[in-house]
């Protein structure tokens, strides 16, 4: 008899990429069984396409204050009948989400939370990359064999959003409350200048919240195209896939390219650590300053270059 399976991943969206081989390996784990994603909005379409999962929640993540929404949740996790959860979030807040299934018996659970039946105990685990960590959480839960993350299943129809040739995508942006994460845009445009002159056409991307970011840079390279604010997750991997290069912040997007295979440059700065949360895919090179200025333009030209394609 089939049985129903959680998965808690809520975001962000390196970590969202980071365990798409997670998600995979509880497919085939369960693959006679119905699973269920219980997950942020933004990422609802994106991990929808990747097959892994039978059905989406959102999560609007209410505040502790908002009873009747935590009520809601705790109704419908409890009805749902569970019989294991994977709570890939491993975050103070998921693991609280395993106390609303009280009291009474409460699912097979694969996390940190208190009590749980499949606990990842293991008391380095804080130190480990993303993807380590998550396999280890999961042997525990007997799941052994985890694929790397995988992008070969996104698919995205790109229209005027294709930049044909040969093109490098430059990810400028990050997270507004980090500013220290991310390399001065002066910099960046001087960097889509010189690339421009390798015969790259330089592609800006970022959020909605990077679109001035992106169009400032933009404005400043003859032939540079700006998607700031204007890609889906899904175009993000169809452009990785196409990308002869790609250069950007420790950042989102530079997780779905290094996985969709493009060569990637990644910058960081002393504000995150890369043997926590590099980037993984076939051709990465962290660049790592511990203040992101001090990293010159001619280091990443460099990094490039080691890269470049011959004949392009």
Known sequence: MASNILIIKLGALGDMVQALGPMAAIRRAHAGDRITLLTTRPYA?????????????????????????????????????????????????????????????????????????????????DAMHTIERQRE??????????PAPDLGWATAE?????????????????????????????????????????????????????????????AQVPDA????????????????RRAALAVGNDTGPMHVFAVARAPSVVLYSKESDPALCAQRGPAVEILRRPVLAELTVDEVIAAAEAFRRPGS
């Open 137 to 146: 959480q999961l042997a525990v839960a007997g799941i052994t064999e985890v």
């Open 158 to 218: 790109l229209g005027e959003r294709d930049p044909g040739g040969n093109f490098a995508l430059i990810a400028p942006g990050g997270a507004a409350h980090r500013p220290a994460k991310r390399w001065p845009a002066a910099q960046f445009a001087e960097l889509a200048v010189r690339l421009a002159a390798m015969g790259y056409r330089p592609v800006l991307v970022g959020g909605p919240e990077d679109a001035g970011l992106t169009a400032g840079i933009a």
């Open 45 to 125: 379409e994106f991990i929808a396409a990747t097959g892994h999962v039978d059905d989406i929640w959102i999560d609007d993540r209410p505040s502790m204050l908002a009873v009747s929404a935590w009520w809601q949740l705790r109704r419908r996790l409890r009805a749902a009948g569970f019989k294991r959860v994977y709570d890939l979030q491993t975050s103070d807040r998921s693991a609280w989400y395993y106390r609303l299934f009280g009291p009474g018996p409460k699912p097979e659970w694969s996390g940190i939370a208190a009590g749980c039946s499949h606990p990842h105990a293991n008391p380095g685990r």
């Open 225 to 240: 195209l700006d998607f700031g604010g204007r890609t889906s997750l899904l175009d993000l991997a169809a452009l990785g």
